[in-house]
Antibody, heavy 121, light 111 residues
Framework: EVQLVESGGDLVPPGRSLRLSCTTSGFIFRYYPISWFRQAPGKGLEWVGFIRSHAYGATTEYAASLKDRFIISRDDSYGVAYLQLNSLETEDTAVYFC????????????WGQGTLVTVSS | QSALTQPPSASGSPGQSVTISCTGTSSDVGGYNYVSWYQHHPGQGPKLLIYEVSKRPSGVPDRFSGSKSGATASLTVSGLQAEDEADYYCNSYGGFNNFVVFGGGTKLTVL
């Protein structure tokens, strides 16, 4: 069974950094890209970015508004993807989801349950 | 502002059918057959319902169907059930410089 489990969410003051983890199982992690999304309170899903597999150089793509502060990485040895959140702002308060994909035809087939990040002083 | 436009809400009675639209441009929905739909119940992770415009993953009931005409994609939920009450999002590929284009979401209420 394919599973993705996010962790690392916390309450942090503005300006701090936080690293989220996406621990996976049930599939061959190194073959797949991994994406991150977020959902702010009362808002819709927002794509954050994704990291390709190492076969494609583990390169990353980000939403234009976030690319300067957020960094996605991966450790194929452990089947884990990471989302580094830097210079956090109150507007970054959200539930963060990781998902397998995008696939070759650009969809996201398995999602985690999310982890809550609250940015507040 | 989301790149794909969805109605903020939709509703129907049990047993009825409801269609949710997703309007983009010729650069995304209209340009590629890479539209997908997701169901999101609060407190859970989103679930893939439809991919490549009209294909259903294994396990998704055939009450859910997708289609596209020009730059507008649609999700139809037939035979509405109480558990269909959720938020629904559309997604499209938007080309090399716009990999992921999402809709703002539609809250479906089963009356």
């Amino acid at each position: 069974e394919v599973q993705l489990v996010e962790s690392g969410g916390d309450l942090v003051p503005p300006g701090r950094s936080l690293r989220l983890s996406c621990t996976t199982s049930g599939f061959i992690f190194r073959y797949y890209p991994i994406s991150w999304f977020r959902q702010a309170p009362g808002k819709g899903l927002e794509w954050v970015g994704f990291i390709r597999s190492h076969a494609y150089g583990a390169t990353t793509e980000y939403a234009a508004s976030l690319k300067d502060r957020f960094i996605i990485s991966r450790d194929d040895s452990y089947g884990v993807a990471y989302l580094q959140l830097n210079s956090l702002e109150t507007e970054d308060t959200a539930v963060y989801f990781c998902t397998r994909g995008p696939t070759a035809t650009h969809y996201f087939d398995y999602w985690g349950q999310g982890t809550l990040v609250t940015v507040s002083s | 502002q989301s790149a794909l436009t969805q109605p903020p809400s939709a509703s129907g009675s049990p047993g009825q059918s409801v269609t949710i639209s997703c309007t983009g441009t010729s650069s995304d929905v209209g340009g590629y057959n890479y539209v997908s739909w997701y169901q999101h119940h609060p407190g859970q992770g989103p679930k893939l319902l439809i991919y490549e415009v009209s294909k259903r993953p294994s396990g998704v009931p055939d009450r859910f169907s997708g289609s596209k005409s020009g730059a507008t994609a649609s999700l139809t939920v037939s035979g509405l059930q109480a558990e269909d009450e959720a938020d629904y999002y559309c997604n499209s590929y938007g080309g090399f410089n716009n990999f992921v284009v999402f809709g703002g979401g539609t809250k479906l209420t089963v009356l």
